[in-house]
């Protein structure tokens, strides 16, 4: 789904090697990493925010400098780390608002949208939550419903910028378990970058770990142990 | 996603409103004149009743005028505000009403006699709004804060309002004459012939608004998301500081600076109507913005025996009070 080339990414001048990997679809990927290290850089790469200082990625089978503006939308998702602060914004339209490039000119949700987001919203199991302001939401209620406006693009890449960062134990394991059932059942290929160790050890998912002393990202099996984990990323 | 029955009977509520406080500014003046005789000037004018020269000549042009410059000036602010991620922003306190300003008194003060014609003065009231929309999109780009934004926005006004008074005391008898009634600003300078034009570009603007509701929903939740949703940032800034300065440019040229419209109605729209479709924040901005300025008109013109009010006091009036209470609303 994700296929890297001799991949170097950076704002101006190359700040990480990525090793020549392919990531699978129906997998829920871990990217750890020290802070300012290059998670947020590999993201944005990987999501059209940011051109590769070399080399290649492919997304879908399509090199991603070649993607066009329109339809990178309907390949890659992306949860930022912040939840957009507005007023009178209700969840549903935050959600449908996902569907922008898959609607006409003035963006009238068709039958086929709805059936998109009403399938999304019983999928993660927040009917409960439509029909009330974002403002309102809890943190965890947020990124859930950011979770959803991703799900209706119907995107085969999600990228989720440290989604479990502002939440309490109850809401991270929700949020990390709901990712997981979601890259299993609809066959997504999802990355996540994230602090929390231990808790991705518990996930027993694969790793794309930032080697800070190489300058590399590795793609790392899930039966790595803590310790190597630690010494990859942190030494 | 669609509208809810609040909203709806809400903007019925506008729709019916307005025909009705039409009819009595049309009544209301310094000669009374009856609803028959309004019917009569607008289904079966003759030239031979004075009463009908008034209605058709003098309160058709003005009433159009006050219902134009408050839809646009209300949608003006709305598309800043979003544009700008901004509910302070508006085109007076951005300093886009001033741009035009600058840019009618340079006309004029040049002396040359095309520039102080009707379509003189409206092409450089565009262009004034349009350069000084692009200025404020310049800083909007260097500076983060909301509050950064709208005191270059003030300063911009400053050194405006300095420089066009430095024109004023540089220019002779004549031209400061014309220049002073411009600005002095007012509903009633309007003539019937002139009415087509400023209905033609204001109705442009207002359809160029509804063109683009899709981009706009989209840019409340910031440019980054906008951007990773596809929409294309910079073509949309573009097009929202034309419809910017078509509006405020025709209006301005005609009606003089009106201040706080653009600013308090938008905000009282999206309180009172609790959503970010901008289909009905633009629909309701329109006709709340009309309906402002109607009633503001017909009191004007009921305190006019007594003290003449003009148009940008009484908004100023009203507006900047309104302003100062969603400040501390939003605050708390």
Redesign the interface.
């Known amino acids: 789904m994700i296929r890297t080339e001799d991949l170097k990414i950076g704002y101006h001048s190359p700040l990480l090697q990525v090793e020549n990997f392919t990531l699978q679809k129906g997998e829920l990927y871990f990217l750890i990493g020290k802070n300012g290290s290059g998670k947020s850089t590999f993201l944005k790469t990987i ?1 059209g ?1 940011l051109s590769p200082i070399s080399g290649r990625a492919f997304l879908n089978e399509k090199l991603s400098t070649e993607i066009p ?5 309907k390949t890659v ?2 949860v ?1 780390s912040h939840f ?1 602060i ?5 969840v ?3 959600i ?3 569907r ?2 898959h ?1 006409s ?3 009238k ?1 068709q039958a086929s949208d709805s059936q998109v987001i009403n399938s999304t919203i019983k999928r993660l199991q927040i009917s409960h939550l439509i029909g009330r ?1 974002t403002s309102e939401l809890s943190d965890g209620e947020k990124q859930l419903v950011a979770i959803a406006k991703a799900l209706v ?1 119907e995107t085969p890449i999600i990228l989720l910028d440290e989604p479990t960062a502002f939440l309490d134990y109850s809401n991270k394991t929700l949020v990390l378990e709901t990712l997981k059932r979601i890259s299993v059942e609809m066959e997504k290929c999802i990355i996540l970058s994230s602090h929390d160790l231990d808790m991705s050890l518990e996930m027993n998912c694969p790793f794309l770990v930032v080697n800070f002393q190489e300058k590399s990202l590795q793609l790392i099996d899930s039966s790595v142990s803590k310790q190597d984990l630690l010494r990859i990323a942190f030494e | ?1 669609g509208i809810t029955k609040k909203n709806s009977t809400i903007l019925i509520a506008l729709l019916i409103c307005i025909p009705v406080f039409a009819l009595i500014h049309l009544s209301v003046g310094q000669i009374d004149i009856s609803f028959q005789e309004i019917w009569r000037a607008l289904t079966n004018y003759d030239e031979h009743f004075v009463n009908e020269i008034i209605v058709s000549e003098i309160r058709i042009p003005r009433l159009s005028m006050a219902l134009l410059a408050g839809a646009s000036l209300s949608v003006v602010g709305l598309l800043m505000q979003t544009l700008f991620n901004n ?1 302070l922003a508006g085109p007076y306190v951005l300093g886009i009403n001033s741009g035009s300003s600058l840019f009618v008194a340079l006309s004029i003060m040049t002396g040359v006699p095309f520039f102080a014609s009707d379509f003189g003065i409206i092409a450089n009231a565009l262009v004034g709004a349009f350069l000084f929309g692009l200025i404020i999109l310049f800083f909007s780009r260097l500076v983060r804060t909301q509050v950064a934004l709208l005191l270059i926005g003030l300063m911009l006004g400053a050194f405006i309002s300095a420089f066009v008074s430095f024109l004023q005391s540089a220019s002779d008898a004549q031209e400061l004459k014309v220049f002073t009634l411009w600005a002095l600003g007012s509903l009633q300078k309007v003539e019937s012939a002139q009415l087509p034009i400023i209905i033609l570009v204001s109705f442009i603007g207002m359809a160029g608004a509804f063109l683009i ?2 981009p706009l ?2 840019l ?3 440019e ?2 906008a ?6 940032i910079k073509r949309v800034r573009l097009i929202i500081i034309s419809i910017t300065a078509i509006l405020t440019g025709i209006i301005t040229a005609f009606c003089g600076p009106i201040a706080f419209v653009g600013l308090a109605v938008p905000n009282l729209v ?1 309180i009172l ?5 901008h ?1 009905i924040l633009i629909s309701a901005s329109l006709l709340m913005g009309a309906l402002f300025i109607l009633i503001c008109d017909i009191v004007i013109q009921l305190l006019e025996p007594h003290f003449l009010l003009p148009i940008n006091v009484l908004t100023s009036i009203i507006g900047a009070p309104m302003v100062i209470l969603f400040i501390l609303k939003r605050l708390k």
């Open positions: 999501s925010q503006f329109r339809d990178l939308p998702s992306f930022s957009p507005v007023d009178f914004l209700k549903e339209d935050f449908a608002l996902g922008n490039s609607t000119y003035f963006g949700l302001f693009q | 996603m509910p509701i899709k929903n989209i409340v939740l910031g980054n998301e951007k990773l949703l596809g929409v294309n999206r109507f609790k959503t970010q479709q289909f």
